[in-house]
């Protein structure tokens, strides 16, 4: 998001940061399309050298997920963000068991993981649908005023997010 803002700012003269996207369609908030506001997002990821970890030690903390648990990277983004953004994990030294694309964020709900980290409010109350899976919310702006589910716990950061889904986990 970070190299998004950037991207939107420079085009419309704004003065947007992370924390102003409060809801999770941010296009309404940057007051552009959802079409211009998704090819922000893959024009940032066009330019993966220059985006940030979401926080320092990334790596280190997913790796703490491998020792009990497969790792698979999924998105929701436009196919043409794929290989850049297997090089920016590369880049990172993140490593994973497989790296999977679906047609949109909300399409996550319909595979069938044990438990899924994400950031979108959307996601996370579909998912509560469901009979069975976990998932871990990781605070976001955009997340902040969602309220406690079943079978979902909040991270409001990366290093919380290796316990809780080994106790998440452990209790399946």
């Not at 922000?40 to 790796?63: H, M, N, T, Y």
Request: net charge positive; hydrophobic share 40%; charged share 25%.
């Amino acid at each position: 998001m970070e190299s998004c803002c950037k991207i939107v700012n420079k085009r419309h003269s704004a003065h947007f940061e992370v924390s102003s996207f409060t809801q999770w369609k941010a296009w309404e908030t940057a007051n552009i399309s959802k079409d211009e506001f998704f090819r922000a997002l893959d024009e940032a990821w066009f330019e993966w050298r220059s985006i940030p970890p979401v926080k320092k030690k990334l790596a280190e903390k997913v790796g703490r997920l491998l020792r009990f648990a497969n790792v698979d990277i999924v998105t929701g983004r436009s196919p043409e963000t794929v290989t850049p953004a297997k090089s920016w994990l590369k880049s990172q030294r993140i490593v994973y068991n497989a790296f999977v694309r679906t047609n949109s964020t909300i399409e996550k709900v319909t595979l069938n993981y044990d438990l899924l980290i994400d950031d979108s409010p959307e996601l996370i109350t579909s998912l509560t649908a469901k009979p069975y899976g976990y998932a871990i919310l990781y605070t976001q702006p955009w997340n902040k005023e969602i309220q406690e589910m079943p079978n979902v716990m909040r991270a409001n950061s990366w290093d919380q997010i290796p316990e809780l889904a080994h106790r998440m986990l452990r209790v399946k």
